[in-house]
């Protein structure tokens, strides 16, 4: 893992946003999210995000488990891609994900210890079948975000 992510997943209080954006520059990406788990209600909230357009964030601030990209990465507890969200949104994003102009899309349960505490993902301006290494990285970074999260 990225020596700079380590770094800021020790710091006190995490800055959430610089966790996010290391992630994506991780993966030459250029949006994002991160979502945390709401034990009260279920639902996914939003804590940190870059390159969702302004109408959108209502959309993604709040995300119920089972519903787009995060959603069901939660649900399925692995990781759901889409190679080009803007020509495919493989039966699970929504028809607002277009607006974010975003082709690939990566994104992955935040795990720690068997349990679920949010989500991780990142987008590409470009269409991108993402690699089982990829997948494998992203996996372990939201483990560490993850452990943080809880």
């Known amino acids: ?24 520059a991780d993966f ?13 209600d279920g639902l996914l909230k939003l804590v940190a995000q870059r390159g969702i357009p302004e109408k959108l964030l209502p959309m993604v601030a709040a ?3 089972g519903k787009g990209i995060a959603g069901v990465a939660a649900e399925r507890r692995e ?4 190679c080009n969200l803007q020509v495919d949104l493989g039966g699970v994003a929504k028809e607002g994900a277009r607006a ?7 994104a992955v349960p935040c795990l ?15 269409p991108h079948d993402f690699t089982e290494e990829e997948k494998s990285k992203l996996m372990t970074i939201a483990a560490a975000v993850a452990a943080r999260l809880a």
Do not use: C, F, Y
Not at 4 to 16: K, Q, R, V
Not at 112 to 126: D, I, N, R
């Open 28 to 40: 030459s990406g250029t949006t994002g999210t991160l979502h945390r788990l709401d034990p009260a």
């Open 112 to 126: 720690h210890e068997g349990a679920l505490k949010g989500t991780l993902g990142v987008g590409m301006s470009t």
């Open 79 to 82: 990781p759901v891609e889409l």
């Open 1 to 24: 893992m990225n020596p700079n992510l380590s770094s800021l997943l020790a710091a006190s209080p995490i800055d959430w946003q610089a966790v996010l954006d290391t992630a994506i």
């Open 100 to 106: 974010t102009n975003v082709q690939g899309s990566l």
């Open 63 to 65: 995300i119920p488990v």
